[in-house]
Nanobody, 115 residues
């Protein structure tokens, strides 16, 4: 079983930046996919950015060019740097990992973009 511990998030003005972190209890090398989803009020959870096998990355079209996912293998941690934040980025962000056939979710962290 993989435990995911997120950190970061908070309130930021439009155009600002935030960084989210997600530390996994298992080696990243044993995890097929790891990254971030988000869920805004009254909307479905959606993929934001994720690493998959072979160091491939996948981003939602709405965040391409603004968000960057990265990782520190030694710390089993994935980061999401969010630049040029917009009010529509406001959501609860969830860390996600897939190990074998199992999906794991971290506790959500609130990101609010507002002036």
């Amino acid at each position: 079983q993989v435990q995911l511990v997120p950190s970061g998030g908070g309130l930021v003005q439009p155009g600002g930046s935030l960084r989210l972190s997600c530390a996994a209890s298992a080696s990243i090398f044993s995890i097929y996919a790891m990254g971030w989803y988000r869920q805004a009020p009254e909307k479905q959870r959606e993929l934001v950015a994720v690493f998959t096998s072979g160091d491939r990355t996948n981003y939602a079209d709405s965040v391409k060019g603004r968000f960057t996912i990265s990782r520190d293998n030694a710390k089993n941690t994935v980061y999401l740097l969010m630049n040029s934040l917009k009010p529509e980025d406001t959501a609860v962000y969830y860390c996600y990992a897939r190990q074998g056939p199992n999906n794991y979710w971290g506790q959500g962290t609130q990101v609010t973009v507002s002036s």
